[in-house]
């Protein structure tokens, strides 16, 4: 019975873990997207219309985008998130680099709107996705 | 990744057009033809030339590019949409291995399409230079330096 139980609990923690780490996303609303071989997996980047400006960052086995290995949803620069601590954030550029994304952004303050561009990457390992670190003049905490 | 035309357009603005213009399942019946599955989008982009929003999209295992058009400023017009599936009388699927649309660059007028074309038979690859003309009411076909 127990042994039972145990089954059912492992079971429904893998239906909610898989669920929790790979939410639905609108692909029809593509805006920018980019794909690339590294370490032996596909690593892409995708950004859709409405969803600005969060960056989705993912690494399949396979190049056909199957196999998924890891997802990142990114949508903030340290504690600051991009909907709520900045009037507008934009996404110049992405390039895939050695081990990174690296990314061109521009960040709008909500106080007086105060502008900050500067060059941020997003590490990329075999199995693992970093968050977004940037060389701003804001302060530490955005790093 | 934006394009050099517009560089310098907050991508804000476009996001709102182009939200705006979601869902794209007005499409013609030319679209239902050529289903395709986003979630193997491996490169898209989108820009305002001649006066509309472009998006161009490229799919895993799909042999063709889509090029897409949509009306500014009048939300859910989806405007134009156009699969390139063949260069000249040469179509990707059949008479070529493997068609890789290595760079994708919108200019005023055009897209400029920097393609590998590996043959299905005994040959080279080649690397060529490409384009699409873009204007406001038409999307051309791809066109190929020599």
Redesign the interface.
Known sequence: MQGIAAVLAGLMLMVFSAGASTPP?D?????????QGMMGHWV?Y?ML??D??CITVQIFKS???EGLVRQKKICSLGKMSFHDDFA?V??????FEQGQLSLEMVFFGLRGGAREEGKCSIAIGTSSIGDLECSLEYGSEYH | ??TRVW?RV???T??LV??AA???SGSTAKASEHR?D?????????AIVQERAV?Y?VI??NPCLTVQSFRLGHPAEYHREKFICSVGGARFDRDFALVDFKTLDFHDDRLDVEVEFIPSRRGRKAVRWCSIALQPDSIGDLVCNR
Do not use: C
Request: charged share 25%; glycine share 4%.
């Open positions: 996303i692909y029809e609303k593509v805006h920018m997207a980019g794909v892409r995708i219309s409405g600005s400006p190049a056909n985008m507008f934009d996404v110049r550029t992405i390039e | 990744m934006f560089k907050p991508l804000t476009l996001w182009f939200y979601s869902p794209l395709i986003y979630s193997k989008v491996t490169k898209a982009d989108i998006r999209v895993a295992d």
